[in-house]
């Protein structure tokens, strides 16, 4: 069974800080991009990051470039979102999501296209002004 298992969410001022974890099981981790969407009420889903775990490339949302830090344990099949400078706009729910060999540079259009492979159950990310 396929699971992506997120933790680390909740209520903090802005300026403040908070990690993400995603724990994966079920699928081959290394032949996948495993990252971040994030949808605030009202708001379209936007892609936040996203990491490949075979050679470590990356991709950051113009959003949160210099604020975020993905990184990923493949001892543990866990990637994390360390989030910092946090924002009132920052609020929103964080959707963990795997796709199967994914072109960084398209993170964010997977989501809109419906093509990512595995979703989370979401965690939700409140900052305060």
């Known amino acids: 069974e396929v699971q992506l298992v997120e933790s680390g969410g909740g209520l903090v001022q802005a300026g403040g800080s908070l990690r993400l974890s995603c724990a994966a099981s079920g699928f081959s981790f290394d032949d996948y991009g495993i990252g971040w969407f994030r949808q605030a009420p009202g708001k379209e889903r936007e892609g936040v990051s996203c990491?490949?775990?075979?050679?470590?490339?990356?991709y950051y949302a113009d959003s949160v470039q210099g604020r975020f830090t993905i990184s990923s344990d493949n001892a543990k099949n866990t990637v994390y979102l360390e989030m910092n400078s946090l924002k009132p706009e920052d609020t929103a729910v964080y959707y963990c999501?795997?796709?199967?060999?994914?072109?960084?540079?398209?993170?964010?259009?997977?989501?809109?296209?419906?093509?990512?492979?595995?979703w989370g159950q979401g965690t939700k990310v409140t900052v305060s002004s």
């Open positions: 999501a795997a796709k199967l060999a994914p072109l960084m540079s398209s993170w964010s259009y997977y989501g809109v296209a419906g093509t990512i492979d595995y």
């Open positions: 990491i490949d775990s075979s050679d470590g490339s990356t």
